[in-house]
């Protein structure tokens, strides 16, 4: 008679890894939204930049940039102001009506921003790449806004994954690394005239117009949206898990959950997850994969990958 593999606390987080996978594959409805939101991002960004452009030209003029400049050249600032600028305010003039029926004017207003100063968007963006990094892009959205619950793990999160983006202080003594933060940045500005307040410059825009900066904001905040609403639907389902997980005694009771739940799990990630990856990284047994095209199982790559996790944070 085959005995029954027992479990303890690591072989539990190891099947709750595998199911996680599992819900945070591209089948995940959720993720898919979240993919799509960045992908509808992307494409507003590029028509946000053009209407942005030209928006601003319309109000400053090339050539009265190109005036200042020469300006600022004989004259130093007495000439005038110019600043390279991918922050926006764009307003519309309305009517309305008061709750006595007296009409007023106001104005709809966008603040618009082409760099990467949002740090909630940065993580929502970038989620797959940090979290294969073997940082953690959901670390904020743990807290469920209760800011009591910070602590020494999530300050350290905190730090890596910042830095890793590029805020605050780098890593990279050279100066020479571009991070996300310096590609932002520099992607999209305009000599804009002026001071370097933002929001000293507001420029006048028609209905249709403002719906269009209006929508790419709106595309922002999906991304982050999104980024909630996957984190929610996984962590709703891994709770129970790891609460199923404790009055589970024996892997069959875990195969038998899986089975049910359409996961893939096997004894093999529990006995190999430590040695997997380097084994099969070995230059023989990758050359040999290389060679014959051999496609890495489910498994597998989910052993490379909690083996190089671990790696990395030995280093």
Known sequence: MTKRLTLNAEKRKTIADVFKAHWESEDNPKRQSHLKAIENYNHAREITKSLAEKVVRAHQPQEDIDTIRRMTQKYNRA???LYEDNCFYFTQPITKVDDEGREYQTENEEHVKFNLDDRDFARSYYRDEINAKGL???????LQDDYSKRNPVYYDMDSRVEGFLGYGARNDKTGNTLYH??????????WTIGSNYCHSRQFKVDEDTIKVFQMYNQAVENVKLSHQQLFSYVEDKMSKLRLGLKSYKYFDQAKALADKVGVALNESVLNESSSMALSIYSPENLASLLEDKVELTRDQKIAIAKGLMQQEAIN
């Open 79 to 81: 000439g005038g102001e």
């Open 181 to 190: 933060t310096d590609e932002w940045e520099n992607d999209f500005k305009l």
């Open 136 to 142: 953690d892009a959901d670390y904020k959205l743990k």
